[in-house]
C-alpha cells in the first residue's frame, strides 16, 4: 500500500470516528454516567408533553415558546405508530419534522418517546390496519382466555410490523437531523407490561413458558451471579440455583415468576428494535418503567417491565439498551430514586408528576444520583405559577451544568431533599460534619407553624476543596461543625438575630475538650458561566448566616452560594 492510499484511509478512518463522537452518546466518567452532546456532557432539564400534545401542528407551534419560557432545555415528544403509518407500508414524518424545527427555533433537543406496539401496557398506539388483523396480530391472552387489547409480544408479525416502522423513524430522523443533533436520545415503546396477571397465556407464549429457560439468560446470570439484583438472587437461589430446566423449575412456581418470564420476552422483543436501530443511527436507546407501588402485585401495575427488580433480566435480554427509567407518580422521591441509580443503571427521570417541588426534586436528581436528567409530564399544561418556580430551578441548574459535570462520578456532591416527615440529614466529609435541614426548622417563618403542609425544601452540596463547598437550592439550611464539637445551643433556642429567644432559661454549658472549630468565613451568592467561573452576586452575613452560624436559602427562592469554611481554637 503507498503512502497516499494509506494518509486516504487514515483520514477516512478519523472523519468517521468524529462523526461518530459528534453523534449524541452516553459516557462513563467515574461513577457517572454522562449523556454527551455536541461532544459536551449535558443535563437533560426536560419536560414531556402530554400524550395528545404533539398530534397536531397547531399544539406544536402554541406549545414550544412556552417550553423555552420555562426553562427547560429538552423537550421529550410522543411519535406516534399510528399516525406515522396510517396506511400500511406508507410513512408521514410532517409532525417529526414540525417537532424538529419547532425545537430548533426554540433552542431545545429533543427526545422522541416511540409509541409503538405498547404505550402503558395498551397497544391503542398501533394503527387501525394493524388492530383489525388480530389473527395477523395476536393479541395477548389472560388466564381466563380473554383477548387483551395488548399485542403479544411472542408474534413475529407483530415484531416485524413494529419494527419496520421505527426503523423507518429512526432512518427519517438521522437523514433529517444527523447533522443538527437536535434528537439527542429515543425511548423505546412506553411503560410496557402485562396486565390482568403477570404474563401472556397465548399458546405461543404457553409454549415458551413450559420449555426450558433459555440458555442466553441462563448463561448471563451464572457469569454476574455476585452482581445480580438481590431480589432475583433471592429467588433463584430457594431453587439452588439451577441451571436446567423450566421457568417454574429454574425460579419457583409464583407469580414473580410469571413476571421474569414476561419481563424477558419483552426484552427480546425491545432488543430486535434497538440493535437495528443502532445500525442506522446510534443514538442512546432507554425504556421506562411504570412503578410497582401501592403494594401492587404484578398484572395490577404493567408486569415485566423494565423495574428495579427486574434489571438483570432486561439486560439480558437487551443490552442494546442504554437505561432503565422510572416514571414517578407515588411521592418519596429520594426513595424511588435511589432504586434507580444503580451500579450498572444510570438514573434518568424521563416522566415525573408535575408539582411543585419538581425543582428542589431536581436538584436532589443531579446532586445525588448524577442524573442524566430530570422531565416532569405534561409539562405544556404547567400553570403559571409551576411555571415560574420551575424556571428558576432549572436557570440556576443550567448554570451549575459545567460544574456538575466537572465533578460528576467522584463523590463530591450530595442532594438534600426535605419535608415535615424527612427534614434532616447529616453529612460527614473527612472530620467535618455538615448538618442540612428544611428551612422550615427555624422557628421564623410563620408558614412554618400555620398548619399547612410544608413545601419541599431541597438542593444539593458540592465540595471544591477541603474547605470550599457550593451550596445550592430552595428552602433549605446548612451547619458546619468538627465531629469533636459538642452542640448545645440550638437555633430553635435563638432569635433570628442571634440573641436567646426569651430570657430566664438556663443555658447549658458543658467542658469544652479542645481541638479545632469549623467556622464560616464568607458565604457569597453567586451566578456561574458556561466555562464554570464565578461571577460574584452579593455577599451574606449578619442576619442572613445567623450571625455566622449557618447558611440558609429561603423557600421562595433559588439561590447558588460559594461557602468557604475556615478553623479556629
Known amino acids: 500500500m503507498n503512502l497516499r492510499k494509506s494518509f486516504i484511509l487514515l483520514g477516512t478512518a478519523v472523519a468517521f470516528f468524529t462523526q461518530a463522537q459528534d453523534i449524541p452518546h452516553l459516557q462513563k466518567k467515574g ?54 403509518e396510517q396506511q400500511e407500508g406508507k410513512f408521514d414524518f410532517s409532525l417529526i419534522d414540525k417537532t424538529i424545527n419547532q425545537a430548533r427555533t426554540n433552542n431545545l433537543k429533543v427526545v422522541f418517546l416511540w409509541f409503538g406496539s405498547w404505550k402503558n401496557s395498551m397497544s391503542c398506539y398501533a394503527p387501525l390496519w394493524f388492530k383489525q388483523d388480530y389473527k395477523k396480530y395476536p393479541r395477548a391472552y389472560s388466564k381466563a382466555g380473554k383477548p387483551l387489547e395488548i399485542a403479544s409480544s411472542f408474534s413475529k408479525n407483530v415484531l416485524e410490523a413494529d419494527k419496520k416502522a421505527y426503523l423507518e423513524l429512526i432512518k427519517h430522523i438521522s437523514d433529517f437531523d444527523k447533522d443538527k443533533g437536535t434528537v439527542v436520545m429515543v425511548q423505546v415503546e412506553n411503560e410496557i407490561g402485562m396486565l390482568e396477571g403477570a404474563r401472556d397465556y397465548s399458546k405461543e407464549a404457553n409454549a415458551a413458558f413450559n420449555a426450558q429457560v433459555p440458555e442466553q439468560l441462563i448463561n448471563f446470570l451464572t457469569k454476574n451471579k455476585k452482581e445480580l ?68 402485585q404484578p398484572g395490577e401495575y404493567p408486569a415485566g417491565g423494565p423495574l428495579a427488580h427486574l434489571v438483570d433480566i432486561w439486560h439480558a435480554g437487551a443490552p442494546s439498551i442504554d437505561i432503565l427509567a422510572p416514571d414517578f407518580y407515588d411521592g418519596d422521591f429520594a426513595e424511588w430514586s435511589s432504586k434507580y441509580k444503580l451500579h450498572n443503571n444510570p438514573l434518568f427521570v424521563p416522566e415525573i408528576k408535575m408539582t411543585q417541588n419538581n425543582g428542589v426534586q431536581a436538584f436532589y436528581a443531579f446532586g445525588e444520583h448524577d442524573a442524566i436528567g430530570y422531565s416532569p409530564f405534561s409539562i405544556e399544561n404547567n400553570s403559571e405559577t409551576g411555571s ?95 465531629e469533636s464539637e459538642k452542640k448545645v445551643i440550638q437555633a430553635k433556642d435563638l432569635g433570628e438575630d442571634g440573641f436567646a429567644a426569651q430570657g430566664g432559661k438556663s443555658q447549658t454549658q458543658t467542658v469544652w475538650n479542645g481541638g479545632k472549630r469549623a467556622g464560616i468565613g464568607s458565604v457569597d451568592e453567586v451566578s456561574i458561566d458556561e466555562n464554570g467561573k464565578f461571577k460574584y452576586i452579593r455577599r451574606l452575613n449578619g442576619d442572613q448566616t445567623h450571625q455566622g452560624r449557618h447558611v440558609r436559602i429561603g423557600v421562595d427562592d433559588f439561590q447558588i452560594l460559594q461557602v468557604r469554611l475556615y478553623e479556629y481554637q
Not at 51 to 68: G, H, V, W
Open 388 to 482: 415560574k418556580r420551575l424556571a428558576e430551578a432549572y436557570s440556576k441548574l443550567k448554570e451549575l451544568m459545567p460544574l456538575l459535570a466537572k465533578y460528576q462520578g467522584q463523590g463530591q456532591s450530595k442532594g438534600l431533599l426535605f419535608d415535615q416527615k424527612n427534614s434532616e440529614r447529616i453529612i460527614n466529609y473527612d472530620d467535618l460534619k455538615i448538618t442540612a435541614r428544611h428551612y422550615f426548622s427555624l422557628p421564623w417563618d410563620p408558614r412554618a407553624k400555620n398548619g399547612n403542609v410544608w413545601p419541599e425544601g431541597g438542593g444539593l452540596i458540592l465540595r471544591l476543596a477541603k474547605d470550599e463547598y457550593i451550596i445550592a437550592g430552595s428552602g433549605i439550611v446548612v451547619e458546619f461543625e468538627k
Open 229 to 296: 439484583h438481590p431480589s432475583l438472587s433471592e429467588k433463584w437461589g430457594k431453587q439452588g440455583f439451577k441451571t436446567k430446566g423450566n421457568w417454574q423449575e429454574i425460579f419457583g412456581a409464583d407469580l414473580y415468576t410469571d413476571e421474569l418470564f414476561t419481563a424477558y420476552s419483552y426484552a427480546k422483543y425491545v432488543e430486535e428494535l434497538a440493535k437495528e436501530s443502532r445500525k442506522i443511527y446510534n443514538l442512546p436507546l432507554y425504556v421506562n418503567a411504570a412503578m410497582n407501588s401501592r403494594n401492587r
Open 31 to 84: 461513577t457517572a454516567t454522562q449523556l454527551m452532546v455536541d461532544n459536551k456532557p449535558f443535563l437533560i432539564l426536560g419536560g414531556e408533553l402530554g400524550n395528545s400534545s404533539a398530534s397536531s401542528f397547531q399544539d406544536i407551534e402554541r406549545d414550544f415558546p412556552k417550553l423555552q419560557n420555562m426553562g427547560l432545555n429538552t423537550v421529550l415528544v410522543p411519535a406516534y405508530w399510528d399516525l406515522i
